[in-house]
């Protein structure tokens, strides 16, 4: 069965530390992955998209993808209680067009204590 | 500038009522989906329209119809709604290129009772 996995938390990081979010799939031909926040009882808010190996930087955010561990992870820098919310992995599974949708993993719930 | 738009944001029905949830975007955007979202089953999807004029199932389309009335409208429909039905739904639209990012609407959450 095709997968997303996320630790569904919650994981608590104090303000100013580095917060790290990881994400296992299960399909090894996955193109195109993403990183969602979402604030309690809001829509997903898109964070990242990644679809390369590697490390990909936005302000303090880093996605980072190794497709040969099939892993895909979000650090975000210098951690504010505005980040305190669920951060949602999302993957376009297999090979195909984003137009099959995405697959989530269930949400990591992040907690920024100042 | 709206982005993607879903009426309403809350209902309430009885079991077997019938009612269908409006979503419009405004991004000239080919593809859209509808999700649901339940407590601790994360985001699911129902159904999809890779384009105009086509729609298909998701991993959860039983007790859904939609209806792709144009390039900017993705209709749900829930012919007779059931307690199980409820939750929160998304709808979400995408660019031309088969790997682009969706953008979510502000969702419409639904309790069966």
């Known amino acids: 069965q095709k997968e997303v996995e996320q630790n569904s938390g919650p994981l608590s990081v104090p303000e100013g530390a580095i917060a790290s979010l990881n994400c296992t799939y299960s399909?090894?031909?996955?193109?195109?992955f993403f990183w969602y926040r979402q604030y309690s009882g809001k829509s997903p808010e898109l964070i990242m998209s990644?679809?390369?190996?590697g490390d990909k930087e936005d302000g303090r955010f880093t996605a980072q993808l190794n497709k040969a561990s099939q892993y895909v992870s979000l650090l975000i820098r210098d951690s504010q209680p505005s980040d305190s919310a669920t951060y949602l992995c999302?993957?376009?599974?297999?090979?195909?067009?984003?137009?099959?949708?995405?697959?989530f993993g269930k949400g990591t719930h992040l907690i920024i204590q100042p | 500038n709206a982005g993607v738009t879903q009426t309403p944001k809350f209902q309430v029905l009885k079991t077997g009522q019938s009612m269908t949830l409006q979503c419009a975007q405004d991004?000239?955007?080919?593809?859209m989906y509808w999700y649901r979202q339940d407590p601790g089953m994360g985001l699911r999807l129902i159904y999809y329209?890779?384009?105009?004029?086509?729609?298909d199932k998701g991993e959860v389309p039983n007790g859904y119809n939609v209806s792709r009335l144009n390039k900017r409208e993705f209709s749900l429909r829930l012919e007779s709604a059931a307690p199980s039905q409820t939750s929160v739904y998304f709808c979400?639209?995408?660019?031309?290129?088969?790997?682009?990012?969706?953008?979510f609407g502000d969702g419409t959450r639904l309790s069966i009772l």
């Open positions: 329209s890779a384009s105009e004029g086509t729609t």
């Open positions: 399909d090894r031909v996955s193109q195109s």
């Open positions: 990644i679809y390369s190996n």
């Open positions: 999302a993957v376009i599974l297999g090979s195909g067009g984003g137009a099959d949708g995405l697959t």
């Open positions: 991004m000239n955007h080919n593809s």
């Open positions: 979400a639209s995408s660019g031309h290129h088969s790997n682009q990012p969706q953008h």
